[in-house]
């Protein structure tokens, strides 16, 4: 994670931290420029769980499409 959002991830964490018994859980995705991370603070889990997928086991490429919508899907 960098940048800006490795900070506000930290900040979130040290709330969760400090803020004593959750009784729900905390999505935190990270929007690189190249790839997206996303992790699941939870409680019964380990302290923070990366989610993983079945290609690159924690992070996923970041692709945005433009289209003209001339092909249907639009």
């Known amino acids: 994670m960098g940048g800006m959002g490795a900070r506000g991830f ?3 964490l040290a ?3 400090c803020a004593g018994a959750a ?3 905390v ?8 790839f997206i991370k996303v ?3 939870a409680p019964g889990r380990t ?7 079945e290609i690159s086991k924690r992070k996923s ?3 945005v499409s433009f289209t003209d ?3 249907g899907t639009a």
């Open 10 to 12: 930290l900040a979130a």
């Open 15 to 17: 709330v969760l931290c």
């Open 23 to 25: 009784h729900s859980a």
């Open 27 to 34: 999505l935190g995705i990270d929007y690189g420029s190249e």
């Open 39 to 41: 992790s699941i603070v």
């Open 47 to 53: 302290p923070i769980s990366i989610v993983i997928n």
């Open 61 to 63: 490429t970041a692709a």
């Open 69 to 71: 919508g001339r092909d």
